[in-house]
């Protein structure tokens, strides 16, 4: 059908129906108004939620691993690596800038 025939049929037809008196005067403009005076929708309060959920149980994860890795481990073996441990622990950024230096 022809665009230019449908815009004629439609524009009679809206003709002999005239707007009935029910809806008020510029009820879509007051509609259009208050749709637009809707506040944005706050990203980070959106996020909130999620990610301190998300924070606690990577907490739980890692006290729970924690005291698996601290049980697991026996306490003779704990006694004597410890000092091994603890200066690997301190001097490691040490030796690895000598390395690097090099």
Request: proline share 8%; charged share 20%.
């Amino acid at each position: 059908m022809n665009e230019n025939e449908l815009h004629a049929k439609l524009i009679a037809a809206a003709r002999k129906h005239p707007p009935s008196d029910q809806v008020p005067y510029a009820f879509e403009k007051r509609v259009l108004s208050h749709l637009r005076a809707r506040p944005a929708p706050n990203v980070w309060g959106l996020w909130c939620r999620p990610l301190w959920q998300a924070a606690i149980s990577c907490v739980v994860i890692t006290v729970v691993c924690g005291l698996w890795a601290y049980g697991s481990r026996s306490k003779a073996e704990a006694a004597e690596r410890f000092p091994q441990d603890f200066e690997a622990a301190v001097f490691a950024p040490v030796s690895e800038q000598i390395e690097d230096a090099w």
